[in-house]
C-alpha cells in the first residue's frame, strides 16, 4: 500500500483545515486508517484511527470534538477534519495503514506511512 498525504498548509488559530490521504491498491477497505503528527522535537503521537468499515472511529483526548476522521472506500481516501485549531496542534500529520484487525494507536503497529504534510496555526 502507498500512501499520499495532502491538504497540509497554514492557518490562523480558529480556522479549519481537512487533509487527505489517497491510498493505491484494491485492498484499501481491508485495512484500519490511522493519522499521527510530530511537532517539532517531539515523539510522532497518535490523533485519530478509522476501522475498514468506517464505522469505528478513535480519538486522541487533544483532538476529540474538533477533528473528524473518516473514510471513502470507493475513492481509496480517508480524511481528517480539522475544526477550531490551536497552535498546539501544528506538526506534520502523517497517514498510516494497518493490517492489524484491532484498531490501535501504536505508531509501532502500522505498517505504511505516507510521506507527511505540514500543517501550521498561527495565533
Known amino acids: 500500500v502507498q500512501l499520499q498525504a495532502s491538504g497540509g498548509g497554514l492557518v490562523q488559530a480558529g480556522d479549519s483545515l481537512r487533509l487527505s490521504c489517497a491510498a493505491s491498491?484494491?485492498?484499501?477497505?481491508?485495512?484500519?486508517m490511522g493519522w499521527f503528527r510530530q511537532a517539532p522535537g517531539k515523539e510522532r503521537e497518535f490523533v485519530a484511527h478509522v476501522s475498514g468499515s468506517g464505522s469505528i472511529t478513535n480519538y486522541a483526548d487533544s483532538v476529540k470534538g474538533r477533528f473528524t476522521i473518516s473514510r471513502d472506500n470507493a475513492k481509496n481516501t480517508v480524511y481528517l477534519q480539522m475544526n477550531s485549531l490551536k497552535p498546539e496542534d501544528t506538526a506534520v500529520y502523517y497517514c498510516a495503514a494497518t493490517s492489524l484487525g484491532t484498531p490501535t494507536r501504536y505508531r509501532h503497529d502500522y505498517d505504511y506511512w505516507g510521506q507527511g504534510t505540514l500543517v501550521t496555526v498561527s495565533s
Open positions: 491498491g484494491r485492498t484499501f477497505r481491508t485495512y484500519i
